[in-house]
């Protein structure tokens, strides 16, 4: 049984499935499903769509030059059948398969490398460009506060205690959680989640 590559994403066309095309000059092209045929007939490129093999070896997202791959290449040389030999084949074939998962994956990590610190990166110059969309303390809510007596440091921590209760708000959204609220007198309040941080009162 052979397993022809679509012409235009380069995906397993097996026998009977798909559509093929005879070109008037007496070419043939297999394509696995409609997506494809209408891509061609659209002459369309396939290095320009990314969800084609073509593009994805264009962009070295995959394995390009290996000795695995040559494995694959289309031969029209007829041989006599020897069980002995199809057997041999076979074997090979399933070797040939796991060495070139194994490649891929090598590949694939070391192409990832370094890709976590790079979106760490990025977001931490996100957060720093736009520092000024962070939720603060309103002017009449610190004017409050410093009139209470409190100094730079209490309106610091207040700011960050605003931050942290509205990553608790999205965290706890649509959902039913709760926290509790302990007086030193043993007396116990339910107090939604997020909308204040537990505390002890004296």
Same mark, same amino acid.
């Given at each position: 049984?052979?397993?022809?590559?679509?012409?235009?994403?380069?995906?397993?066309?097996?026998?009977?499935?798909?559509?093929?095309?005879?070109?008037?000059?007496?070419?043939?092209?297999?394509?696995?499903?409609?997506?494809?045929?209408?891509?061609?007939?659209?002459?369309?490129?396939?290095?320009?769509?990314?969800?084609?093999?073509?593009?994805?070896?264009?962009?070295?997202?995959?394995?390009?030059?290996?000795?695995?791959?040559?494995?694959?290449?289309?031969?029209?040389?007829?041989?006599?059948?020897?069980?002995?030999?199809?057997?041999?084949?076979?074997?090979?074939?399933?070797?040939?398969?796991?060495?070139?998962?194994?490649?891929?994956?090598?590949?694939?990590?070391?192409?990832?490398?370094?890709?976590?610190?790079?979106?760490?990166?990025?977001?931490?110059?996100?957060?720093?460009?736009?520092?000024?969309?962070?939720? +603060? /303390?309103?002017?009449?809510?610190?004017?409050?506060?410093?009139? !209470?007596? &409190?100094?730079? =440091? @209490?309106?610091?921590? *207040? $700011?960050?205690?605003?931050?942290?209760?509205?990553?608790?708000?999205?965290?706890?959204?649509?959902?039913?959680?709760? +926290? /509790?609220?302990?007086?030193?007198?043993?007396?116990?309040?339910? !107090?939604? &989640?997020?909308? =204040? @941080?537990?505390?002890? *009162? $004296?």
């Amino acid at each position: 049984m052979r397993v022809d590559p679509c012409f235009f994403c380069g995906r397993p066309s097996y026998p009977s499935k798909g559509i093929t095309f005879n070109r008037n000059d007496g070419r043939s092209f297999r394509f696995c499903r409609s997506k494809c045929h209408a891509n061609f007939k659209l002459k369309r490129n396939p290095r320009k769509l990314k969800w084609t093999k073509a593009f994805r070896k264009a962009a070295g997202k995959e394995l390009t030059v290996d000795s695995t791959l040559a494995f694959g290449a289309r031969r029209n040389i007829p041989i006599r059948y020897d069980r002995d030999l199809v057997q041999k084949t076979l074997k090979a074939m399933e070797r040939v398969s796991e060495i070139r998962a194994r490649r891929e994956r090598v590949f694939y990590k070391n192409r990832m490398k370094g890709n976590k610190a790079r979106e760490l990166a990025r977001a931490r110059r996100l957060v720093a460009e736009n520092e000024h969309l962070l939720p +603060r /303390l309103r002017g009449s809510e610190k004017k409050r506060m410093v009139e !209470m007596g &409190a100094d730079e =440091e @209490d309106l610091e921590l *207040e $700011e960050a205690r605003l931050r942290d209760g509205k990553k608790a708000v999205s965290r706890a959204f649509g959902g039913e959680q709760k +926290r /509790l609220k302990v007086r030193i007198d043993d007396d116990v309040e339910d !107090m939604e &989640a997020g909308v =204040e @941080d537990m505390d002890v *009162e $004296e």
